[in-house]
């Protein structure tokens, strides 16, 4: 895309085409909609190492890392669409109220129209192609805007997307904060934003002045709460593995750790070991280990060590860091006090605070005091601690034993509640999200009931209909 093509018209003409695709019904028909995935399951095909090596680019990403956590995820994602899509399509028949008997009551599913997918950097290729898949399944025409802050993947994408989708409905454009802006004059019918909530409401904002519906999927503080009834050995490398992957840099990671103090002391060296064990000892060689996305975001992160450091929080780790490739060492910070700055927004880096507390009920208070996370993680085998924290608590989701892991359960819907977001998606819900279910009601004319309720209201009329209607 050239310069001169990003103003004024290049965005407008963009939209224009691709509502005129939608309204020439190019969209609808379910033939147009598998081929088009099944031409995204190529694209990912043919190019996994282009792709995995963009990720590299953009956030060091592992290839095996890349293909785990993007590639294969979305292949998954559109093989479980392809395979049930023509169910989803179906009417979805109800039984009608006894009011409106004899008649045939159900609802279809049909597309909004225009949809705009605006994504981040963290997971850049699976976070603009997993909500596509859900709104070309469901018959929209797509308008893609990749993060500006992982380059690489969003020029790949740029570039491979008109030549596997029809371009017609399928448009890709780059850009950051101008060209979302534009963007979001725009009339679409529905805008599905993740990100975090600051540019969220800015969304929100935009999309009130034409009555568009958003999804918006956010972050914010996931806590996990751990105590000595686990396998804390297991425990750990799942924490380690939830927490550093991507270098922390994950909507859904573990953001800290409420634990009381016996548990995080044994914890803590289960966590060292853990560590070791998945990235040895100098992750800095390591290639499993990624890296930050920019510098901004790593003088962020350093700030909070300098931070817990003066205020004589240990800290654990070789801090072996380097700005200029934007490495930082994982690091695990024990019994941090509530004010320290890494407890007063989302980390989003591998930085690991645990908080002591003096049991569930504590950890559970401290939880409601913040906003709603996007994610709760629990590990513990006592039944009435997980009871507590399911009925105590609100998140937008909650996993017993396993952080992350809730993405990949295609059959539940992922989002967030409160500042972590609205709205929900993947398979099914990614399908409903990107539809909007037209009830449909088909009453014969003949024998005519609706004569019972017509005026004039005279006679045993209201206890007749006390009889029929309850
Ligand atoms: P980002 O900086 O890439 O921004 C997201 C998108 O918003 C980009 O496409 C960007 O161009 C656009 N944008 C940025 N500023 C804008 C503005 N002023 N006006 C209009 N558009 C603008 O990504 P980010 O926000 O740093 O992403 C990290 C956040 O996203 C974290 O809070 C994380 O938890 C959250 N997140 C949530 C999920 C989820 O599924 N719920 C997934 C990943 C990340």
């Known amino acids: 895309m050239s310069d001169t093509q990003t103003h004024d018209t290049h965005i407008p003409t963009t939209v224009h085409t691709l509502r005129e695709t939608f309204d020439a019904g190019v969209t609808k028909p379910l033939a147009w909609r598998t081929h088009q995935l099944e031409q995204l399951d190529k694209l990912l095909t043919e190019h996994e190492d282009r792709i995995a090596d963009a990720l590299a680019a953009d956030l060091g990403k592992h290839p095996i890392e890349a293909y785990l956590t993007e590639t294969s995820f979305l292949k998954n994602e559109i093989r479980h669409t392809v395979k049930n899509l023509k169910r989803w399509t179906k009417p979805r028949y109800v039984t009608p109220n006894v009011a409106l008997l004899p008649a045939i009551t159900y609802s279809v599913a049909e597309p909004l129209g225009v949809a705009l997918i605006i994504a981040p950097w963290n997971y850049p290729v699976q ?36 030549q596997y989708l029809d371009s017609r409905a399928v448009a890709v454009v780059e850009g950051g904060v101008e060209e979302t802006t534009q963007l979001l004059a725009q009339r679409f019918d529905h805008i599905f934003y993740t990100g975090n909530a600051t540019v969220g409401r800015i969304v929100m904002r935009a999309a009130a002045e034409h009555l568009t519906p958003v999804t918006l999927e956010l972050g914010g503080k996931s806590p996990l709460y751990i105590d000595d009834s686990v396998d804390l050995e297991t425990a750990a490398d799942r924490i380690v593995w939830g927490k550093f992957t991507n270098a922390g840099q994950t909507c859904v990671a573990p953001d800290y750790i409420l634990a009381q103090r016996h548990v995080a002391d044994a914890l803590v060296v289960h966590l060292e070991n853990s560590l070791q064990r998945l990235y040895g000892p100098v992750p800095r060689l390591n290639e499993a280990y990624g890296k930050i996305i920019n510098e901004r975001h790593y003088d962020r992160l350093h700030a909070h060590i300098t931070d817990l450091t003066e205020r004589g929080v240990k800290v654990i780790s070789t801090q072996d860091n380097d700005r200029q490739t934007c ?21 989003f880096g591998p930085i690991l605070p645990i908080r002591i ?13 913040r906003e709603k996370p996007l994610a709760l993680y629990v590990f513990s ?37 409160g500042e972590s977001g609205m709205g929900g998606y993947h398979g099914r819900f990614s399908f409903d999200t990107f539809s909007h279910l037209k009830p449909v009601v088909s009453k014969p004319l003949s024998p005519d009931t609706m004569r019972m309720v017509y005026p004039p209201y005279a006679g045993e009329r209201l206890a007749w209909m006390r009889r029929i209607l309850g």
């Open 127 to 162: 976070l603009l192609l997993a909500p596509a898949i859900g709104a070309i399944a469901a018959g929209n025409a797509v308008l893609l805007k990749p993060s500006e802050v992982a380059p690489a993947s969003a020029h790949l994408l740029a570039e491979l997307i008109p």
């Open 327 to 347: 490495h930082l060492d994982p690091v695990i910070a024990v019994d941090v006090p509530h004010d320290a700055s890494i407890m007063g927004e989302e980390i």
């Open 357 to 369: 507390v003096d049991g569930p009920k504590e950890a559970i208070n401290e939880i409601n005091t």
């Open 381 to 417: 085998e006592r039944r009435e601690v997980r009871r507590a924290f399911l009925r105590d608590t609100s998140s937008g989701a909650l996993t017993f034993g396993l952080p992350i892991g809730h993405v990949a359960a295609t059959e539940l819907p992922f989002g967030g509640v």
